[in-house]
């Protein structure tokens, strides 16, 4: 339930299990009309379908760069709305988050924590040391998907999934994922009985699924 004492409403934009796709955008109108934030998990979504967070009004947006992104374990990125970050005061300070004068100052000197000056921008929450040789194999990754062109992707991955949903329908197979295009991304799900022995059979003839809430989940990307 969402009212006047919430402070923050935290989704998914695709669930993992279904592959349900919310409608973002409602949902950020009914939480900003009661002054909440939105915050977005989106690693089932990002690299799969278009994301647009300023259409969608998202004020905050996680998502790892493994996935449908195609990046190595260990990357991701955190995604704050404009206005928002020179407001916000970061949980965990490092040497990355205060600011570089500061910093400095403090190397000489002796830090005082209990006067910190973050940086301005992202970079105030830019906490511990990243994995630089990891994120450049992110953005080699992020330069496919865009050479490639997000709207090829999606129209792939959604004729994809609407493709292996009607084809379970025609064989009367029980089907959890929506059929609608706007409420579905890049995973299908589906129940039978012994999910287990089905994942196995298709493992041995080169197919990967997953098992998944009683059932077999299907995640095919572009390629």
């Known amino acids: 339930m969402i009212d ?3 402070l923050a409403v935290s989704i998914s934009y695709v ?3 279904n592959g349900f796709r919310h409608d973002v955008r409602a949902i950020a109108d009914i939480a900003h ?14 690299g799969a379908i278009k994301v647009d967070v ?3 009004d998202i004020d905050f947006l996680s ?3 493994a996935k449908w992104l195609l990046g190595p374990f260990g990357t991701g990125f955190l995604y704050v709305k ?3 970050v020179d407001e916000l005061e970061p949980p965990l300070p490092g040497w990355a988050t205060m600011d570089p004068l500061m910093y400095e100052k403090g190397l000489r000197e002796g830090f005082d924590f209990s006067n910190l000056k973050w940086a301005k921008g992202a970079r105030r ?7 630089f040789a990891s994120f450049i194999g992110l953005r080699e990754a992020l330069k496919l998907l865009n050479r ?3 709207d090829n992707v999606e129209k792939r991955v959604l004729s994809l999934t609407g493709k292996i949903i009607e084809e379970l329908i025609d064989l009367d197979v029980e089907v959890t994922t929506p059929r609608e295009e706007r409420h579905r991304a890049g995973i299908v799900h589906f129940l039978i009985k012994n999910p287990t022995i089905m994942t196995k059979t298709l493992l041995e003839n080169k197919i990967i699924v997953a098992v998944r809430n009683r059932g077999v989940r299907v995640s095919p990307h572009f390629y």
Do not use: P
């Open 148 to 150: 490639i062109g997000m």
């Open 4 to 6: 006047d004492n919430t």
């Open 63 to 65: 998502c790892g760069g």
């Open 125 to 131: 929450f830019d906490s511990g040391t990243l994995s």
């Open 82 to 84: 404009g206005e928002l």
């Open 33 to 46: 009309s009661h002054g909440a934030f939105l915050i977005i998990d989106g690693i089932q979504a990002l």
């Open 15 to 17: 669930t993992f299990i």
């Open 54 to 56: 300023k259409l969608d």
